[in-house]
Every structure is written in C-alpha cells, then in structure tokens.
C-alpha cells in the first residue's frame, strides 16, 4: 500500500527547532523527488522545500532559506527537514509531497500532513 507518513509537528517557541520526518510506503522512493509544503487555513498550499531524487540537489522558499534543511535517506525511504528559529508565521500543517521523476511511475504522492504550532 502506497503512503507517506508525516511525523515530528508539535508546539514550539518562536525561535525553537522541530525536524518533520516522513517515510515513505508501496513506492520505488528512489525515482521521486520529494517535497515540503505547508498550508493554513484560507491559504493555497505552498513550497517549502525541495530535494531531488539523489539527494544532490535542493531548493528552498525564501521564507525557508537560511532556517530550514531538507534531506533524505534512500536506503530508509525517509525524508526530513529541519527547522531551526521558528516563528509564528511558520505555523501551518506540513505535508509531505513525492514527485515522479522516472516517465511511466504514477505522478505524485501526498502524505496526510503534520501540524506545527509556533507560539509563546
């Protein structure tokens, strides 16, 4: 069964860290780049950050860059990232993306999402 499985959200301090990790099922994970977006509510889902399939390669947000870090295990299926001096505005629901990059696999998967609350 194919799915993506989000953990690591939470309640932080502004200016605290979190790592979101996400591990994936039921897919050839070497063959997709993966992704981070986040979403509020009332607001489009955005990018975060990306990585392609060999790990060589990353992009981030500019509200990202500088603070957050991609990364991933192909051997473990696993892709985290981590996120040091959070702030309020980072708060959304983190969901974890895999994007095909082999032509003939199916296009994407989307995990089920993890909340990351930043607040005093």
């Known amino acids: 069964q194919v799915r993506l499985v989000e953990s690591g959200g939470g309640l932080v301090r502004p200016g605290g860290s979190l790592t979101l990790s996400c591990r994936a099922y039921?897919?050839?994970?070497?063959?997709?780049?993966m992704c981070w977006y986040r979403q509020v509510p009332g607001k489009e889902r955005e990018l975060v950050a990306m990585?392609?399939?060999?790990?060589?390669?990353?992009n981030y947000a500019d509200s990202a860059k500088g603070r957050f870090t991609i990364s991933r295990d192909n051997y473990k299926a696993t892709v985290a990232m981590q996120m040091n001096s959070l702030k309020p505005e980072d708060t959304a629901v983190y969901y974890c993306?895999?994007?095909?990059?082999?032509?003939?696999?199916?296009?994407?998967?989307w995990g089920q999402g993890t909340q990351v609350t930043v607040a005093s």
């Open positions: 993306y895999a994007k095909a990059v082999v032509v003939g696999l199916p296009d994407d998967y």
């Open positions: 039921g897919f050839d994970f070497n063959c997709y780049a």
């Open positions: 990585i392609d399939s060999t790990g060589g390669s990353t």
